[in-house]
Every structure is written in C-alpha cells, then in structure tokens.
C-alpha cells in the first residue's frame, strides 16, 4: 500500500501544468457554475465544506468536458431508449458531472448493501418497483443538478467506506483516486483506479492523438488551488 500511495503522490504534487489556463473559458464556466448553485451545494452537504470542496473537485474534470462538448450532446431519443429497454440498450452521460445511467444503476446497489450509508440507502430509494418506472425517475434525477450532487456525496462517501484507510490520506491524494474511481469506473479494483491516475486520456479518451492529460492531476489541481477556497468564501 505505501508504495502504491507513494507512487500517485509523486504523480500528482509532479504536474506543473496549470489547467485554468489550458481551458480558460471551460474553467471559467465551471468555477461559476459552482458558485450559481451554492445554496444547492450546502443543502446537498449539510454545509460540510471539506466534503463538498473534496467531491466537486472530484467531478471538476467532467464539468470542463461538459461545457466544451455540450453542444453536441442530444439525449432525448437515449433517454426513451434507456426507459423502455434499460442499459441492454443504451447507456450514455447526463448533466455537467456526465453522469451515466449505469453508475448511478451501480451506486444504488452498492448503498443499498452498505450499512453505513442507511441515510443515503433511504434518499435514493424508489416508492415503485415497476421497473420502466424507476428507470424514469432515475432520468429524472440525473437530469436534476440538486440530484447529481446527491450521488456525488454517495458515491464519496461509499468510496470511503470501501477503502478505509483512504480516510488518513493526504486530501489532494483522496481527491485524485476518487476523480480516477469516478473517471474509470468505481468498482474496478485499487490497483486499477491507482494505474489510471498517471493515464493521460482526458478530455478525448485513449484513442484520441492529440495531447491528453490526466483526469486526477485536473481534480487534484482545482482542488488545491480552487475547491477549499471557493466554497470557504461561498460559506462566509
């Protein structure tokens, strides 16, 4: 473990590149979009600033995609065949934090098995069972800025609760491996996530041949030089 936590950390506190400046009006976009919605954000965290601070910066990365590409997304026609036909069908990304349909599917089943997290357990819980139903309402949810904050703090705090020792880490550490979870896929393994977060593949993706950064450095770096601060000042 301290080889492994050695190694990211020498990733992370390595990068120089400062990522306002790659995407300055992506970057812009996103710093204000987390200011518009503070009151959103303290409701969502119970004003636990280091935990919001700590989740935003997790999901930063993806706001800065969003913003670049948002023209080019149009789910209507995915969001029908996700309701009628489940993620057999189709499964593709919603609102500023690219939320996918499979992990908020995923994030469910996990909180519902976690017996620390019987708060959360009972807010994503559904009144139907019929299951077009819920996959409705679950559109519904991620289509809903107030909801995507809600799945970002379970999906933190379930994450916290799968790896314990994660707990006594350094913060800018924290926020790299859970940017890479959220990136790569929270379920895969510790050495998995870990080996992501020195792959340079944000914002095109592994195939793209063009240069690429590392989805952790971008969450590390907000969260360093942006996060604490912009929710502390949105606090006083």
């Given at each position: 473990m301290k080889s492994i936590v050695l190694l990211l950390c020498l990733s992370i506190y390595g990068t120089s590149v400062d990522y306002s400046k790659v995407w300055p009006e992506d970057?812009?976009?996103?710093?204000?979009?987390?200011?518009?919605?503070?009151?959103?954000?303290?409701?969502?965290?119970?004003?636990?600033?280091?935990?919001?601070?700590?989740?935003?910066?997790?999901?930063?990365?993806?706001?800065?995609?969003?913003?670049?590409?948002?023209?080019?997304?149009?789910?209507?026609?995915?969001?029908?065949?996700?309701?009628?036909?489940?993620?057999?069908?189709?499964?593709?990304?919603?609102?500023?934090?690219?939320?996918?349909?499979?992990?908020?599917?995923?994030?469910?089943?996990?909180?519902?098995?976690?017996?620390?997290?019987?708060?959360?357990?009972?807010?994503?819980?559904?009144?139907?069972?019929?299951?077009?139903?819920?996959?409705?309402?679950?559109?519904?949810?991620?289509?809903?800025?107030?909801?995507?904050?809600?799945?970002?703090?379970?999906f933190t705090l379930f994450m916290f609760e799968k790896y314990p020792n994660l707990k006594t880490e350094d913060d800018e550490f924290k926020v790299a491996f859970l940017a890479s979870a959220y990136n790569y896929g929270f379920q895969s393994s510790f050495i998995e996530i870990e080996n992501w977060t020195r792959v340079h593949a944000f914002p095109h993706g592994l195939k793209a041949n063009v240069e690429q950064y590392a989805y952790s450095d971008i969450a590390a770096f907000y969260y360093k030089n942006f996060g604490k601060k912009l929710i502390f000042q949105i606090n006083e």
């Open positions: 970057f812009q976009y996103a710093v204000q979009f987390i200011k518009a919605h503070n009151h959103i954000i303290h409701e969502v965290f119970n004003e636990n600033d280091e935990l919001a601070s700590m989740t935003l910066s997790v999901g930063f990365p993806e706001m800065l995609r969003y913003n670049a590409f948002k023209d080019f997304f149009e789910t209507k026609s995915l969001e029908v065949a996700y309701v009628k036909y489940g993620l057999e069908a189709v499964d593709f990304s919603i609102g500023e934090f690219q939320m996918k349909p499979s992990f908020a599917e995923s994030l469910e089943k996990e909180v519902e098995n976690c017996g620390e997290l019987i708060d959360l357990r009972e807010v994503l819980s559904y009144s139907h069972l019929n299951k077009q139903q819920i996959r409705k309402e679950r559109i519904e949810r991620l289509k809903d800025m107030k909801w995507q904050l809600i799945y970002m703090k379970a």
